[in-house]
């Protein structure tokens, strides 16, 4: 079993999508790590030998993954809240903050559809 960064690669993907697991390496990435290791994208994770897992694992030094990007990344939310931005008051509020409609959609963000009911005055009109 191969453990990079705390993350273990299922064995039988190859080595280019196995490395999509961690936190921070999407398939770009991915590529660009691997050609920088010189391994083949498409072994498969079980197939890499020693050298190559290492070599992997030097190239991932060069980029923030897994808990240094989470924590990079929670610095900056906190920085927006802090200086009172909107998109600080949106993180805040636990809403999206990137232009998206609210109305309609963001079920993910606020939660399950709630039915309102008929209030007081309504039903003794009927």
Same mark, same amino acid.
């Not at 999508?17 to 072994?43: C, K, R």
């Not at 939310?77 to 903050?97: A, D, M």
């Given at each position: 079993?191969?453990?990079?960064?705390? #993350?273990?690669?299922?064995?039988? *993907?190859? @080595?280019?999508? &196995?490395?999509?697991?961690?936190?921070?390496?999407?398939?770009?990435?991915?590529?660009?790590?691997?050609?920088?290791?010189?391994?083949?994208?498409?072994?498969?994770?079980?197939?890499l030998s020693d050298a190559e897992v290492v070599a992997i694992r030097d190239a991932?030094?060069?980029?923030? #993954?897994?808990?240094?990007?989470? *924590?990079? @990344?929670?610095? &900056?939310?906190?920085r927006l809240v802090e200086i009172g931005t909107y998109r600080g008051s949106r993180?805040?509020?636990?809403?999206?903050?990137?232009?998206?409609?609210?109305?309609?959609?963001?079920?993910?963000?606020?939660?399950?559809?709630?039915?309102?009911?008929?209030?007081?005055g309504k039903e003794e009109e009927k």
């Amino acid at each position: 079993m191969v453990r990079i960064v705390g #993350v273990d690669l299922p064995p039988n *993907k190859s @080595i280019k999508v &196995a490395l999509t697991y961690i936190y921070g390496i999407g398939t770009t990435l991915s590529q660009q790590i691997l050609g920088q290791a010189g391994v083949d994208p498409f072994h498969k994770v079980k197939d890499l030998s020693d050298a190559e897992v290492v070599a992997i694992r030097d190239a991932i030094k060069n980029f923030p #993954v897994e808990g240094d990007l989470r *924590k990079e @990344i929670s610095l &900056a939310i906190k920085r927006l809240v802090e200086i009172g931005t909107y998109r600080g008051s949106r993180h805040r509020k636990g809403l999206p903050c990137r232009g998206q409609r609210t109305k309609t959609n963001g079920r993910t963000r606020r939660g399950k559809r709630k039915t309102v009911g008929l209030g007081k005055g309504k039903e003794e009109e009927k």
